[in-house]
């Protein structure tokens, strides 16, 4: 298994572009999860799925997008970028039966 | 949602115990208990869970009070791997109100030489 696969692992943006951070499990997890952390700062959470087709929004949803098409995959897109998006951002993953998340290794952006 | 009260940081010297405490005086019946750690910049990783009886496993052991309100994770051994931001968490087992775990600040855990 390779876990929570997270692309790109870098990116620079300039203010008002759009793009998609990629999550991908290959654990069939139902829960997906979507976190931001700014420097020196505990994890946010963003965006949350528990299945296919089901997403939620969690404590700072303003400015992201996301979709549950897929067991597998839970998108995080961005649709105008600013620079208080300037953020490591991490996708997590579940079972949901109480054995904890497991973590992509993060999304390191900058919205210049 | 039950909050979670940690110290901001602890030290421990390298091949003691470090026991880290943590106040969730509002948990419900059926909320769990859930450490994580997060070393340096990586993605946090899931360490040990429980309800009401204490648990171990080859990372850790955690002790929770008999009335849970409160909960200590010990690093029976600690190395300098050890040095962490560790996070005590309150949630369901599963159910909707599992995909919106919420992490607060944590302990920064200092392992010395």
Redesign the interface.
């Known amino acids: 298994n390779a876990g929570v696969t997270q692309t790109p692992k870098f990116q620079v943006l300039k203010t008002g572009q759009s793009m998609t951070l990629q999550c991908a499990q290959d654990m069939n997890h139902e829960y997906m999860s979507w976190y931001r952390q700014d420097p020196g700062m505990g994890l946010r959470l963003i965006h949350y799925s528990v299945g296919a087709g089901i997403t939620d929004q969690g404590e700072v949803p303003n400015g992201y997008n996301v979709s549950r098409s897929t067991t597998e995959d839970f998108p995080l897109r961005l649709l105008s970028a600013a620079p208080s998006q300037t953020s490591v951002y991490f996708c997590a993953s579940s079972k949901g039966t109480g054995d904890g998340y497991t973590f992509g290794s993060g999304t390191r952006l900058t919205v210049v | 949602d039950a909050k979670t009260t940690q110290p901001p940081s602890m030290d421990c010297a390298e091949g003691r115990a470090a026991n880290l405490p943590c106040n969730h005086s509002t948990i419900s019946g059926n909320e769990?208990v859930?450490w994580?750690r997060q070393i340096h910049?990586?993605?946090?990783?899931?360490?040990i869970?429980g309800l009401k009886n204490n648990e171990t496993n080859e990372m850790a052991s955690l002790i929770i009070t008999e009335d849970r309100k409160s909960s200590t994770l010990i690093l029976p051994h600690a190395t300098l791997r050890d040095t962490a931001v560790y996070?005590c968490i309150v949630g369901p087992?599963?159910?909707?109100s599992?995909?919106?775990?919420?992490?607060?600040?944590?302990t920064i855990l200092t392992v010395h030489p």
């Not at chain 2, 910049?41 to 360490?47: L, M, T, V």
């Not at chain 2, 599992?98 to 944590?106: A, D, S």
């Open positions: 769990y859930y994580y910049s990586q993605g946090p990783q899931y360490i869970h996070y087992r599963g159910g909707t599992y995909g919106k775990l919420t992490f607060g600040q944590g």
